[in-house]
């Protein structure tokens, strides 16, 4: 007897729903929605821009302890329950937020929102992989992590029209919304087993090993080095450098957003019929010409394929990523190889916006710096190109 409409709705878009919350809330809001709101904060009075930029750090740190703690929650309390109590806390630290706080609370709150994401971050992509037919993974996942985009989009969109009523309201209609769609996700989101701990005193898996895995994490730590340059300055530069203007400057933005949110479907539905290795060889090549394009022109046009190309198409690399990871150490091993590319991507984003930051206050360079991004990228990927066909190491 074949399934019901029901039945084959709750096995394939029900899990995919579930992750899309899931990214939407830890990644897409819980990362990426607090900046819109930093000029209503300062207007109101309710902090000083330092306290914010401040919280802005706290909240990629959290991410951070996130991502290196998710392995470890989800074997302590099932994966279910630790993706419960993230969302939960997710929807306070922006809940908690619609009043006015001390510097040190807020900064709590942003560093609280920004570990959830890299809980859900690290969780929610092999539950969703595990569930779905192999034929339909890449889709599957590319329609989760469009999640992430949709967050890109509503930050430049949403959140500054909520803001225009005040901070307060701004908050709340966010973590309304985060709450609805905890609700959505816990009741779609299928049973999964805890990541099995490794033994102690064994041996180091061989996936750390494999040159492939290794190859795989040069080009995505590439492109998170890379792309950095695109999330701190880029939109600054063409509206006030270039002298387009911050309404331009903001629409190219949510162009990246808009691109963010289609990235990972199209790159899914490629991946089920390429695979994940060409899909993510294009996307970083792609992300690579976008980064350093703002090097070589001022065309308001190419400047804006440059954002929906090093920023918009890093959620779909984020992606691909995920499954590429898949693909080379297995289904066991996989929610423990995804962590250690997320946390590493992270790290060395945290570490490429401070080397950025510098270089630009020592050189006056915006060029520059487009232009050591774009090569950045470029060699992460003849990295993975050299490494993908060698053979892994014995055991």
Not at 122 to 134: E, F, H, S
Not at 178 to 202: F, N, T, Y
């Amino acid at each position: 007897m074949s399934a019901s409409p029901l039945g084959r709705w709750q096995g394939f878009f029900g899990p995919i729903l579930a992750g899309y919350c899931g990214l939407l809330i830890g990644v897409g809001m819980g990362r990426f929605g607090y900046p819109p709101l930093i000029p209503a904060m300062v207007e109101a009075g309710w902090a000083t821009p330092t306290t914010l930029h401040l919280a802005g750090a706290f909240n990629l740190a959290g991410y951070i302890v996130g991502a290196s703690t998710a392995l470890a929650s989800a074997r302590l309390m099932g994966v279910r329950p630790a993706i419960a109590l993230a969302a939960a806390l997710a929807v306070f630290a922006f809940a908690a937020s619609a009043v006015p706080l001390p510097a040190p609370a807020f900064i709590a709150l942003r560093a609280l929102s920004g570990s959830t994401g890299g809980i859900l971050m690290i969780v929610i992509p092999p539950v969703v992989a595990n569930v779905v037919a192999p034929s339909h993974r890449g889709r599957a996942n590319g329609l989760a992590f469009a999640g992430v985009g949709t967050g890109f989009v509503l930050s430049g969109t949403a959140v500054p029209a909520f803001a225009a009523s005040g901070p307060a309201a701004a908050w709340l209609a966010l973590a309304t919304a985060l709450a609805v769609a905890s609700v959505v996700m816990m009741a779609l989101l299928p049973r999964s087993a805890p990541p099995v701990a490794a033994e102690r005193g064994a041996p180091s898996p061989a996936w750390r090993r494999a040159p492939a895995f290794l190859g795989l994490a040069a080009a995505y730590g590439g492109a998170a080095a890379g792309y950095v340059p695109h999330t701190l300055f880029f939109v600054d530069h063409v509206a006030r450098d270039l002298g387009f203007g911050l309404a331009i400057g903001g629409w190219i933005w949510v162009a990246a957003g808009i691109t963010a949110v289609l990235a990972p479907m199209v790159a899914g539905v490629a991946a089920d019929r390429f695979g994940y290795g060409p899909v993510l060889r294009i996307i970083v090549a792609l992300m690579a010409i976008g980064a350093a394009l703002p090097a070589l022109t001022h065309n308001l046009v190419l400047l804006t394929l440059s954002a929906m190309m090093a920023g918009g198409l890093m959620i779909g690399l984020g992606s691909s990523t995920s499954g590429r990871t898949r693909e080379i150490v297995g289904p066991e091993a996989h929610t423990a190889a995804w962590a250690l590319q997320t946390v590493a991507f992270a790290v060395i984003q945290a570490g490429a916006a401070y080397g950025f930051t510098a270089l630009l206050a020592a050189t006056g360079s915006h060029a520059l710096v487009f232009a050591l991004a774009g090569t950045i990228i470029a060699a992460g990927l003849a990295t993975e190109l050299v490494t993908a066909r060698m053979a892994p190491p014995p055991g």
